[in-house]
């Protein structure tokens, strides 16, 4: 069992930073996939970003075409916890956010769907003004 609490969403202005964070609790693997995931009201709930490892040194990650160049995604190993920084925010990043976590070994590949993954935290939720 893996329990997972993000944290750091909040109202920002459009074109400004914000940084999410998830961490990790519980029985977790040293190798697997953790991702982020966002929902609008009345939408679906959408790929963001995903990193997979296999070790410390050895790691993947990918991106929706929406957030390429602006979100980056990050691990912090010894904190057991994944960041996602946002940048450059646009009002339909609105969203709540979801991390989500697989303790499947996807090796060289990132897994992008929901159901890919097992674990889910409550979610946080971020507001992006105009």
């Known amino acids: 069992q893996v329990q997972l609490v993000e944290s750091g969403g909040g109202l920002v202005q459009a074109g400004g930073p914000l940084r999410l964070s998830c961490a990790a609790s519980?029985?977790?693997?040293?190798?697997?996939?953790m991702g982020w995931f966002r929902q609008a009201p009345g939408k679906e709930r959408d790929f963001v970003a995903a990193?997979?490892?296999?070790?410390?040194?050895?790691?993947?990650?990918d991106y929706a075409d929406a957030v390429k160049g602006r979100f980056t995604i990050s691990r912090d190993h010894a904190k057991k916890k994944v960041y996602l920084q946002m940048n450059s925010l646009k009002p339909e990043d609105t969203a709540e956010y979801y991390c989500?976590?697989?303790?499947?070994?996807?090796?060289?590949?990132?897994?992008?769907?929901?159901?890919?993954?097992?674990?889910w935290g409550q979610g946080t939720q971020v507001t992006v003004s105009s």
């Open positions: 519980g029985r977790t693997s040293s190798t697997g996939a």
């Open positions: 990193i997979s490892w296999i070790a410390d040194n050895t790691y993947y990650a």
């Open positions: 989500a976590a697989s303790t499947y070994s996807w090796g060289a590949s990132v897994p992008t769907r929901a159901a890919n993954y097992e674990y």
